[in-house]
């Protein structure tokens, strides 16, 4: 994709190219919002102590990285209760991967999904590292260096659960339940906002180049270990369309979502409802504000 023009500081933008933003900004600090909420459920709870710890810190870099994308976010006048804690739960952009609930507690469930959710972020990071609006490429090394342990976190669980047939059984069960919303980690929120999100240079590959890219990395890695991804998930020809492909009705980025993420939702924001809050409480002030 040919090198685009910089654009300008959040008080300059167009209209048009603040709501391609917009749309780009929801969509990753969604999935990391979200993806977190999940993760945090394996703490005390993963099968080892290491595991356990390692899943705490991972679920903190996703926090601390939906936060880094919510700022951005705030340049355009939003506040922590827009973004989050007062959001309609059918406004939110991330994909259904990231809300599903673990099956039943399934070890399994965690290892596949963050693999496949992990392998995509590395690709989209690398897509955002020359982007145009210097504001979000300045922040992407700090996240791709953290993303970097997550993957081999992820790979290395990979491997040690499939080096047996009952363990190998349960991890293939998850990747036919979840491999499908992965799918859904690429698809659109809407077709003419993704194309002006790459004609500005925001990201530098397009849905569908990293969708393959990501295919190419997954399915033989996912083949090396005696798991497979079932042929019907993987159409002849990719295109961005979601048609084309076995995904569920439920894509999160056109803000449609399962049953499981309300409930999600619901229970995340559910101090902050009863407390009768309208805004955030920090432990710390900020130093503006002194």
């Known amino acids: 994709m040919a090198a685009a023009k910089q654009l300008p500081g959040p008080q300059d933008l167009s209209d048009d190219e603040r709501e391609a933003l917009e749309a780009l900004l929801f969509s990753l600090a969604d999935d990391e919002f979200v993806i977190a909420e999940r993760y945090t459920e394996w703490q005390v709870r993963a099968p080892t102590i290491e595991s356990d710890i390692s899943v705490a810190n991972i679920a903190q870099d996703e926090l601390g990285h939906a936060r880094l994308y919510y700022d951005l976010l705030e340049d355009f006048g939003y506040d922590e209760p827009d973004l989050i804690w007062e959001r309609d739960a059918d406004e939110w952009r991330h994909s259904t991967l990231c809300e599903l609930p673990f099956e039943e507690g399934d070890w399994a469930d965690y290892v596949v999904r963050s693999f496949l959710f992990d392998e995509a972020e590395y690709i989209r990071l690398q897509a955002l590292e020359g982007s145009s609006y210097p504001r979000l490429a300045d922040r992407i090394g700090k996240i791709m260096a953290e993303e970097k342990y997550h993957r081999e976190h992820a790979r290395s669980w990979l491997e040690r659960l499939c080096e047996d047939d009952e363990s190998r059984a349960r991890m293939q069960d998850a990747v036919d339940r979840l491999m499908p919303h992965a799918l859904t980690l690429f698809a659109p929120t809407d077709e003419d906002i993704e194309a002006r999100i790459d004609d500005l240079g925001i990201r530098t590959e397009n849905l569908l180049t990293m969708r393959e890219e ?20 993987l159409p002849e020809q990719y295109d961005v369309h979601h048609a084309d492909f076995d995904m569920p009705d439920e894509l999160g980025r056109d803000q449609s979502h399962t049953d499981a993420w309300f409930d999600l939702y619901d229970e995340f924001t559910k101090s902050y409802r009863e407390l009768g809050r309208h805004e955030a409480a920090k432990i710390m002030k900020d130093p503006d504000d002194e």
Do not use: I
Not at 214 to 233: F, I, K, M, N, T
């Open 214 to 233: 990501w295919l190419d990395e997954v399915v033989p890695r996912l083949e090396s270990v005696g798991l497979h991804v079932e042929e019907a998930q």
